[in-house]
């Protein structure tokens, strides 16, 4: 059994691979054996994580920059991959906006502005159907299946507790969970049931994966808050997340399509 954990000679391709998720990821994957293409909107970053991968792994690796909301982009960045590494096996559909004005980003919903909508939205669902249209393409064309795994939160199942907010903040910025984004990971999930049936007859698994909240510069007030509403008591590791990514992977799962892993500490349990 556990050999069929194992994702040698397969090639992956992580979107959001310079993030914080992203990089737990692509080492993840990277351990595991796979070949990865780093892809990031900011390409020193993901040509930086896969010079990493490379030289603590020992697997092959390129970095990308890739505009996943661009249809021309991600074209591009397809023919490298397959000009490179000859398949693609497995996406992990990853990457995510929270916008490049936090300000606008987490303005009252009562204010917010339908520019500030629809540019989190072009990243958050069009970039997913755009990468898992294109790689799900590929997949059909090798004719041997493979695995997208996408990444919600834990806010596209659960609406945000909005007492924890008071006197929180992100990098400096007073914060709160918006609307689009709970909206655009709950259509990630909506995705990913689609997807699952349209091509469970072809070989082509996709599963969700719903990580709940992980430090990653958040104030000791917000840290303190969230932690109270979970049951084990803290935020997570980003390293608590790669197991189920592995495990949807790989072969150990190949019996597993449409569903969403939750790795919120228990948080949605009450």
Known sequence: MINSFSLKNKVAIVTGGAGILGQAFCNGLAQ????????????????????????????????????????????????????????????????????????????????????????????NIDGMFLMAKAVGKQMLSQGRGGSIIQTASIYGVVAPDNRIYEGSEYLGTSINTPAVYSVSKAAVIGLTKYLSTYWADKGIRVNTITPGGVESGQNVAFIEKYSNRVPIGRMGKPEEIVGAVLYLASDASSYVTGQNIIIDGGLSAW
């Open 32 to 123: 595991a054996g796979a070949k990865i293409a780093v892809l990031d909107i900011r390409n020193e970053e993901a040509c930086e994580v896969a010079e990493q991968l490379k030289n603590s792994h020992g697997i092959d690796a390129i970095g990308l920059g890739c505009d996943i909301a661009s249809p021309d982009s991600v074209d591009s960045m397809m023919s490298v991959v397959m000009d490179t590494f000859g398949e693609i096996n497995i996406l992990l559909n990853n990457a995510a906006s929270k916008s490049d004005d936090l300000k606008e980003f987490f303005a009252p919903f009562e204010e917010y502005s339908l520019d500030q909508w629809r540019q989190v939205m072009a990243v």
